[in-house]
């Protein structure tokens, strides 16, 4: 078996990336797959890359995206002073699902969080994703919070 | 009557800030307001100040700090590659609670993210903080998310 490979995302990974955040029951209704890619996600993942507190990360098995998410590293006063990684928009290629990727991507991105000094890991679910919350409290993390979001 | 004056954090309001974030239900387990300011307070600041993503924000009224907040700007692929504002570490001084400077200091950090090109603002909010959510909810948020933390 192989084992799956962690590493920082390149432009060349788009439209895998792209199309794992369109194949979301929520993210099928925001995201816009048709190629070329739309510019606005060029000049984000540009924007990510250029930015040393975003590391956004793929998953590859077998030359195979399988994965991603983005960590972003965010300096703050409270808790005398911690950094937090804040983990986002994680996702799973469909042939991956059910495999136990997940628990290890997560796992990675924890261990980055810790090699960075972080003292607070943290990240928002929808309340819709349940099973995804039982998978969260299960690893460790506390849903001590409500997320809010305002669309502009 | 004077209106309050939104500017970003100096140095100098090191002090006034930390106070507001020990002065808090939450907080005051989590902080150290000995003078002089551990020392990783000072170092929380100035990566938050070197880093053009941060906005470290305080408001003052007659010379004095009375309210504190952080917008972080993060670069994202999903959403078709829109900008997020996070909200984090909202307090307000004792002597300015249930004056509506909240709401005021809120609607002025959407105001911040619509500036910079975001399409969502965020923040996350302890369950136990149950006035908070209705007011966020009256402001044109939605609870939609849950939020988890991990401590390292």
Known sequence: MSEPIFRR???????????MLADDI???QRE??????????VH????????????LAVVELNGEVIGTLQ?????GLSHQGAWRGEIESVRIAQSARGSGLGRKMILWAVEQCR?????IVQLTSDLKRVDAH?????????GSHKGYKMML
Do not use: K, W
């Not at 984000?44 to 590391?55: L, S």
């Open 32 to 41: 816009d797959t048709r190629m070329p890619l739309a510019t606005s996600y």
């Open 115 to 119: 090699a960075r000094q972080c003292r």
């Open 71 to 75: 960590i972003s590293y965010m300096p």
């Open 26 to 28: 929520l993210g099928q």
């Open 44 to 55: 984000a993942f540009q924007a990510i890359q250029a930015d040393p507190n975003q590391f």
């Open 134 to 142: 039982r998978f969260y409290e299960h690893i460790g993390f506390t």
């Open 9 to 19: 995302a390149e432009q060349a990974d788009l439209p895998a990336i792209v199309a």
